[in-house]
């Protein structure tokens, strides 16, 4: 799904922002290049991510299929592609 939506998002032409918001820890994981090349489009202003808990035997005990590392990592490739790629 997301594949599609992504190159439709490239294709359009304009200046507009997208709003991001409620992405599922483990969506953004298994897609992260693809996350990763949404935010250095400059098509998103604003990406809203939930945190549901710090610790990895609990996210188990809530049957989530990812680890808090995982999720770090994501999270720390994706601001340093925004700080590296986007002129503030």
């Known amino acids: 799904m997301i594949r599609t939506d992504t190159e439709v998002i490239f294709t359009l032409n304009g200046t507009f922002e997208i709003k991001l918001r409620n992405v599922h820890p483990r969506l953004l994981i298994e897609k992260l290049p693809t996350f990763i090349d949404l ?3 400059g098509k998103f202003n604003h990406i809203t991510i939930a945190i549901q808990h710090g610790s990895n035997r609990i996210l188990r005990l809530m049957n989530r299929y990812y680890n ?3 999720y770090k990592f994501a999270l720390n ?3 340093t592609s925004l700080l590296a790629n986007r002129p503030f």
Request: proline residues 0%; charged residues 35%.
């Open 77 to 79: 490739s994706q601001k």
């Open 68 to 70: 808090i590392e995982d």
């Open 39 to 41: 935010i250095i489009s």
